[in-house]
């Protein structure tokens, strides 16, 4: 049974940063391509980087230049490190299995999520 863990999330002033942590259990997290999801309030869930097996990344133009997705996979754990944060960064933001060609997928199931808001 799969579980996703997020946790990282908080309240910071615009241009401020954060690192958003998420751990897997019950999956082969080393096999898999992972990724961030978002959703803000009244808006569908988006993806916004995704991170290869083999560490090749790709991202949103929205989070492009501010946003590093990294993994490790001895910790089976994902991070997202935000930089030079927005308002319009504000959402839940999630972890979960990606497909290729920056595809959304899923494990059939999520985690809790973990809210961030960006405000001054």
């Known amino acids: 049974q799969v579980q996703l863990v997020e946790s990282g999330g908080g309240l910071v002033q615009p241009g401020g940063s954060l690192r958003l942590s998420c751990a897997t259990s019950?999956?082969?997290?080393?096999?898999?391509?992972m990724g961030w999801y978002r959703q803000a309030p009244g808006k569908a869930r988006e993806l916004v980087a995704a991170?290869?097996?083999?560490?090749?990344?790709n991202y949103a133009d929205s989070v492009e230049g501010r946003f590093t997705i990294s993994r490790d996979n001895a910790k089976n754990t994902l991070y997202l490190q935000m930089n030079s944060l927005k308002p319009e960064d504000t959402a839940v933001y999630y972890c979960n299995r990606v497909r290729a060609g920056f595809q959304p997928a899923d494990f059939g199931a999520w985690g809790q999520g973990t809210q961030v808001t960006v405000s001054s």
């Open positions: 019950g999956v082969i997290f080393s096999s898999y391509r």
């Open positions: 991170i290869s097996s083999g560490g090749s990344t």
